[in-house]
């Protein structure tokens, strides 16, 4: 028997999803080409929280795979095998997909295989390329989690700050050219260890205080970054995908934390927790369908864009992806051998 989904990781996985469509969406054109101030201040405020979708996710995988006792046989046959399956249908769907859109004229087998190996077909696709290197590697890593203390979790959060915040700051703000390799210290695997401490240690029962000084921190955040990304825009004329990422490794583990906190308030009414849980199920889906049903949907984005303001139809575009992407996956699971990969 599978034991109980947790309801705090579907949330997340909920938060995580909705933060990659927006990404996808190329809000960067709400706050590169306005000169109004609240469409300005909403979307690079998302743009900076949005960057937190993908470490999200990662968080969630170490949450419940550092965890695990499995031989790399199991591991590889049972998770690494599933990984491949759909990173090989989801691009072959998106290659056909392409080949009607498109008319390539060097469409073919060859040209299939030479886009598959390079990640080609699909940049969202990426994920499942390094998912799948992340679980090679993580028989070493469930073996060092299982001696960390929090002091040493502390040091690795430190040690993320100063080379995924400090050093990148300085190099923007005083063109300080200090460039390191961090090694998994700069990598998905540092959240996933990070997930994998904040679940199994259920560090979210915390005072009301602390809560609100982490809110405190993480509007913070979102300010300072905005600020930097306002002084570099008067001083270079452009913008950066490097700043809005400056603050995710703050901000990332807060989300993770009230997502916890909220989840507290669903644990006891079994519809919401039902709701919740089964949305939590079909969010790997709405990810591999994301870049289908915004093209489906991207008349509707262009009208409302014309008739209403870009962040009204920026929240339709999203929402509508999220639903109709929910609803594709959830048909498609209702078949035996697809709720396995879905």
Known sequence: MKPARKVDLEIIRIVAVLLIIFNHTDGYIFYTETSNILTWIFSVGMACICRAGVPLFFMVSGALLLSKDETIKELLCKRGVRILTVLFVASVFYYIFDVFRYKMPDAGIKDFWVKLCACDIRESLWFLYAYFMILLTLPFFRIMVKYAEQKLIQYLFGLKVIFSLIIPLLRILFDFPLFLDAGFVDDFIFY?????????????????KTIYAELACFVGCIAADMAIMRIYFLNTGGYTQEISELFICVMTPIVFRMCQKISEKFEKNDIMRRMIVYAGQCVFGIYLFDNFVRWQLLPLYLFLCEKTIGVFACSVYVSGTFILGFIYTAILRKIPFMKKYL
Do not use: D, P, S
Not at 192 to 208: A, D, F, P, V, W
């Open 192 to 208: 996933m260890i990070l997930g994998y401490y904040m679940e199994t240690h259920n560090i979210c029962k915390e005072k009301k």
